[in-house]
């Protein structure tokens, strides 16, 4: 069984045009299918408004679904149901975004925020929360000095290692990389992007990992769906559309970008 499991997702906006304020649909997202098995990686490319980051909102619960269905090891996840439920199911995937620096609170200390996902989840570790933050930060390549300052202190890169600390506190089973290295550097995301191969390889991690660059998706995914104005237009494993790409949008996505530096 795949540990999480897309079935035609579709998700539709309404909204009001022209003086009179007519109302028309806005379909953002279009039956779109895929599916992760554990372990495994599945990138989900596309240029700017594909519908990619509505495609994660939708599988974390956060925006419901106009029709389709998402369900992760075997659950079906359904945007309004009980916060015991969602907070189970969240507790087991875990998102992290694109600006390292609005996902941090900057008035909580390093420390205060990798605690924060025990305290809003309700779980209690048998460790104490310096030591859990110690342990979380060494994994992500920081040392305890910074479990005393504030997020201003730090580069984008350190930011989005705090970030990914924060993420692994509950030890989640997948995690959404919703362009987690486009805020940064070149140099600095391809440092970003060999800590999230090697997490992967020591947590067993599956991840759901968004972007626009077909290097970077080339680079840590095993299958890949190319997603264009909400529509899947292509989907294999990673040598499949890479080295022989059916559509020309994918090929354009393939020479749009550089190769991530030491791949």
């Known amino acids: 069984m795949a540990l999480l499991e897309v079935q035609q997702l579709t998700k539709n906006y309404v909204r009001r045009s ?12 279009d039956q779109v299918s895929f599916s992760i098995a554990r372990g495994e990686t599945l990138g989900l490319v596309g ?4 519908g990619k980051s509505t495609v994660a909102r939708m599988v974390l619960g956060l925006v ?7 369900r992760f090891d075997g659950q079906e996840v359904i945007c309004g149901s009980s916060g015991s439920e969602l907070r189970t199911l969240r507790r087991r995937m875990q998102p992290v975004f694109q600006d390292p620096f609005a996902a941090l609170n900057p008035r909580m200390t390093v420390a205060e925020i990798i605690a924060e996902p025990f305290r809003i989840h309700r779980r209690d570790s048998t460790r104490p929360p310096a030591e859990n933050a110690r342990e979380l930060l060494a994994e992500v390549g920081l040392d305890e000095s910074a ?20 993420a692994l ?17 070149v140099s600095v995301g391809a440092q970003i992007m060999n800590l999230l191969r090697h997490l992967q390889q020591t947590f067993h991690l599956t991840y759901l990992f968004i972007s626009h660059s077909m ?5 840590l ?22 080295r022989f790409p059916g559509e020309t949008y994918t090929r354009t996505l393939l020479e749009a970008t550089p190769e991530l530096p030491g791949s």
């Open 169 to 185: 506190a509950l030890r989640p089973e997948l995690l959404l990389l919703d362009e987690p290295v486009s805020a940064l550097d």
């Open 64 to 70: 419901p679904p106009s029709s389709g269905t998402v």
């Open 221 to 242: 995914s095993t299958n890949i769906v190319v997603m264009r104005a909400g529509k899947v237009v292509e989907a294999g494993t990673c040598e499949q559309i890479c």
């Open 147 to 166: 479990m005393r300052r504030y997020p201003h202190e730090f580069s984008g890169g350190q930011r989005q290692r705090i970030n990914i600390a924060r």
């Open 18 to 29: 022209g003086w009179r304020g007519l109302r028309e649909q806005k379909c953002v997202v």
């Open 215 to 219: 290097p970077l998706v080339r680079y």
């Open 47 to 50: 240029e700017s408004g594909s």
